[in-house]
């Protein structure tokens, strides 16, 4: 089963326009994760945040991090249509040492040119 | 660095089969883990090695094996397969320990027919 929800689970905008995307899970965390996938290839890390940060950024990318609500979120600031790939957030729990991440379903986002 | 390699890129068996996927991890990377993905489940955590010991496992049945090596890389087995183990197979290694990002292969496909 799924730790995350992701919302949304589709997003089309505009090149140039920021994309967000929200992502809410149901354990206690050690850290949470953001990646890429291109059309079924392999997954791209993009941003790691651990539990007792709040919001980190990586050039276009800035995620926030809530852990009273559960919740992270990510904004693509001036979107390429080069961001165009699914988006996931994925969990490293808390109370378990080693590798393991529980994903969300994922947000596909098209971006336009 | 070379990246994560996975063997084979495609792979296709009858019901019944048994497959071995391979991975071989980025160098100095001594954890490895598998995850499934399929388009009704999603990413799915199979197991993780670090230094040829299994150090986690996901909810998937005794069909679903693994094991490292000495060197890292780490293959996985299934038997008797059944159509709904179509998917594609994720190798991810990290250098260790939890809350390191997961640097991904591309990924097997493997379709049972």
């Known amino acids: 089963s799924q730790q995350g929800e992701e919302d949304p689970q589709a997003l089309s905008i505009q090149e140039g326009e920021n994309a967000t995307m929200n992502c809410s899970y149901k354990t206690s965390i050690n850290n949470l994760q953001w990646y890429r996938q291109n059309s079924g290839r392999g997954l791209v890390h993009l941003i790691l945040i651990r539990s007792n940060e709040r919001e980190k950024h990586s050039g276009r990318l800035r995620v926030t991090l809530d852990t009273s609500k559960k919740s992270s979120s990510l904004l693509i600031t001036a979107s390429r249509a080069a961001d165009t790939a699914s988006y996931f957030c994925a969990t490293g729990p808390l109370y378990n040492q080693g590798g393991k991440l529980i994903f969300g379903q994922g947000t596909e986002l098209s971006v336009k040119p | 660095k070379a990246g994560v390699t996975q063997t084979p890129r495609y792979l296709i068996k009858t019901r019944g089969q048994q497959v071995t996927l391979s991975c071989s991890p980025i160098s100095g990377h001594r954890s490895v883990s598998w995850y499934q993905q399929t388009p009704g489940q999603g990413l799915q955590f199979l197991f993780e090695y670090f230094s040829e010991t299994q150090r986690n496992k996901g909810n998937f049945p005794g069909r679903f094996s693994g094991r490292q090596f000495s060197n890292s890389r780490s293959e996985m087995n299934v038997s008797t397969l059944e159509l709904g183990d179509s998917a594609l197979y994720l190798c991810?290694?990290?250098?260790?320990?939890?809350?390191?990002?997961?640097?991904f292969g591309p990924g097997t496909r493997l379709t049972v027919t």
């Open positions: 991810a290694s990290s250098p260790g320990g939890g809350g390191y990002e997961q640097y």
